[in-house]
C-alpha cells in the first residue's frame, strides 16, 4: 500500500517545533512520509501561532491554502491560535479537526489522521531526512500574567514534564541520529514548580546531562530570576552550549512594571554579568518589544542603553501587538504608529551592530560547529551550521552534514552569517 503524505507546517516558536516533531514521529511510526513544505496530500497539519496578529494572519493563511490544496484531504489545525480564534472560526477556514496543544490532544490528532488513512502504529520511527538539532518539550503553560502576553489563554497553567520523560525524548532524538537537542518550554524557568514535590531547572539540567548522551544540549529561553548559581554551575559540562537566552522586553523600569514582568533593568544587568563571570564566551540574545503602551521617548532610549550595555549577540524585536484578553489590550497612551516604525528601525541598526561586534570578537577563534545543510550561494554550495556560542557559518566542504568540527571563524559573508575555514 502506498504511503499517504502528511504536510506538517508549523509557525511560531521553539515549543511549537518541538509539538511539530513529536506529531511528525507519530505519524511516521504509523507509516506517513512527513514533509514539511506546502504541496499536494493526504493530510494537512497546521500548527499555529498567535503571539501577535501578524502570527494570526500568517496561520488563516496557511489553514486556507491547505484547505486549497487538498480539497478532499484531512486538514488539521492545532497550535494557539484555535484558542484566541475560536474553534468554530479555525473550521470555517476549512479546517476539519481543531485540537489543542497538550499530549492527550496531540494524541488524538494522529489517532484521527491514522483511522482516516486506515493506519497502525508499527515501528518507532527514524528522523526523515538530514535533521541535526531536535526539539525537546520539558514544560508548557504559564502562571504569570504579564500585560502583553496572550499566552498563558493559550497554553494555559504551568505543567512540568518529569526529568524521566524529558530523558527519554533525548534518547529516542539521539538514537536517531540528532547531534544537538533543543530543551524548549512556555516559561522553562518554571520548570518543576508544579511537580509534587517541586523541582529547579537545575535539576532538570542535571538529569539530562547524567542521562543521555546528547552531544550537544540547548536550554531555552529563560528570564533574569531563573539565573542562579546552581544553574551555572552546570555549564562547566562542555555539552552545555553557551548560549543564553534572556528575555528582556524593555530596559525601563517603568515599562517592566506596565508590563509586570518580574525583574527590573538592574535584575537584568546582574543575570548577565552572572552568566559572563562563569560562562564569559557566551552569546546572550533577547526579545525587546517596541511602543508598549506608555513607552515614552526615554524609555526607549534607556532600552538601547541597556542592549548597548549587554552588546547581546542577538536581538528580536517586535512592534507591540495589542492582543484581546490581555491587560495591555486596554491601556490607553498608544505609541503612535509612525514612531513605533522609527523606534524598530534604530533597534534593528543596533541589533545589527551588536551581532556584528560579537562576531568580531569571535574571529580568528576556534569554534566547533554542528553542520546542517548545504545552501546556494554567490559562491556556490556552501555548507551552514552554527557555533556553540550560536554564530552563523558557512564553509566549503564535503559531507558535512549533521558532522561538529572544528573552524576558525571569519569574516562576515552572507544574510549576516559569517565565513569559516574548517580546521585551523
Keep these: 500500500m502506498q504511503r499517504p503524505v502528511a504536510v506538517?507546517?508549523?509557525?511560531g516558536c521553539k515549543l511549537n517545533l518541538a509539538d511539530s516533531e513529536e506529531i511528525a514521529r507519530a505519524l511516521r511510526e504509523r507509516g506517513y512520509e512527513v514533509v514539511d513544505r506546502l504541496c499536494e496530500a493526504d493530510a494537512y497539519v497546521v500548527n499555529?501561532?498567535?503571539v501577535t496578529h501578524v502570527a494570526d494572519q500568517k496561520s488563516r493563511r496557511l489553514i486556507r491554502s491547505a484547505r486549497r490544496l487538498g480539497p478532499n484531504a484531512m486538514v488539521a489545525v492545532t497550535g494557539?491560535?484555535?484558542?484566541?480564534a475560536g474553534s468554530e472560526r479555525v473550521l470555517a477556514l476549512g479546517a476539519d479537526l481543531v485540537v489543542g496543544t497538550d499530549d492527550a490532544e496531540k494524541e488524538r490528532l494522529v489517532a484521527a489522521l491514522a483511522e482516516r488513512h486506515g493506519r497502525q502504529a508499527g515501528e518507532p520511527a527514524a528522523l526523515s531526512g538530514l535533521h541535526t538539532r531536535a526539539f525537546i518539550k520539558a514544560q508548557e503553560g504559564c502562571n504569570d500574567v504579564c500585560a502583553f502576553c496572550i499566552v498563558p489563554r493559550t497554553r494555559l497553567r504551568e505543567r512540568s514534564r518529569p526529568v524521566e520523560r524529558v530523558v527519554e525524548e533525548v534518547r529516542r532524538a539521539v538514537s536517531a541520529g540528532a547531534k544537538e537537542v533543543v530543551i524548549t518550554g512556555t516559561q522553562l524557568g518554571a520548570w518543576g514548580r508544579d511537580l509534587d514535590p517541586p523541582r529547579k531547572p537545575h535539576e532538570l539540567i542535571a538529569g539530562l546531562l547524567e542521562g543521555t548522551d546528547a552531544l550537544r544540549i540547548r536550554f531555552s529561553s529563560l528570564q533574569p530570576q531563573d539565573i542562579t548559581p546552581e544553574l551555572l554551575a552546570l555549564w562547566s559540562d562542555p555539552r552545555l552550549m553557551p548560549h543564553f537566552h534572556l528575555a528582556l522586553q524593555s530596559g525601563s523600569d517603568r515599562v517592566l512594571r506596565a508590563m509586570r514582568r518580574r525583574y527590573s533593568?538592574?535584575?537584568?544587568?546582574?543575570?548577565?554579568a552572572r552568566i559572563r563571570a562563569v560562562v564569559p564566551d557566551a552569546a546572550v540574545t533577547t526579545d525587546v518589544i517596541v511602543g508598549f503602551p506608555g513607552e515614552a521617548r526615554e524609555d526607549f532610549e534607556a532600552t538601547m542603553r541597556l542592549c548597548e550595555e549587554v552588546g547581546f549577540a542577538r536581538i528580536h524585536a517586535f512592534p507591540f501587538s495589542p492582543r484581546q484578553g490581555t491587560l495591555a489590550a486596554k491601556m490607553p497612551e498608544r505609541v503612535p504608529h509612525e514612531e513605533v516604525r522609527e523606534r524598530m528601525r534604530e533597534l534593528l541598526a543596533l541589533a545589527?551592530?551588536?551581532r556584528a561586534r560579537f562576531v568580531a570578537g569571535n574571529?580568528?577563534?576556534r569554534r566547533a560547529v554542528l553542520w546542517e545543510e548545504e545552501r546556494e550561494t554567490p559562491d556556490g554550495r556552501r555548507w551552514h551550521g552554527y557555533t556553540?556560542?550560536?554564530i552563523s557559518v558557512y564553509a566549503a566542504g564535503e559531507a558535512l552534514g549533521n558532522r561538529i568540527t572544528a573552524v576558525v571563524v571569519g569574516d562576515p559573508y552572507l544574510d549576516g552569517a559569517t565565513a569559516a575555514v574548517i580546521g585551523g
Design 8 to 11: 506538517l507546517l508549523t509557525l
Design 48 to 50: 499555529t501561532c498567535s
Design 80 to 84: 494557539c491560535y484555535p484558542r484566541t
Design 265 to 272: 533593568a538592574d535584575d537584568y544587568r546582574r543575570a548577565v
Design 352 to 354: 545589527d551592530r551588536l
Design 363 to 365: 574571529r580568528g577563534r
Design 388 to 390: 556553540e556560542n550560536y
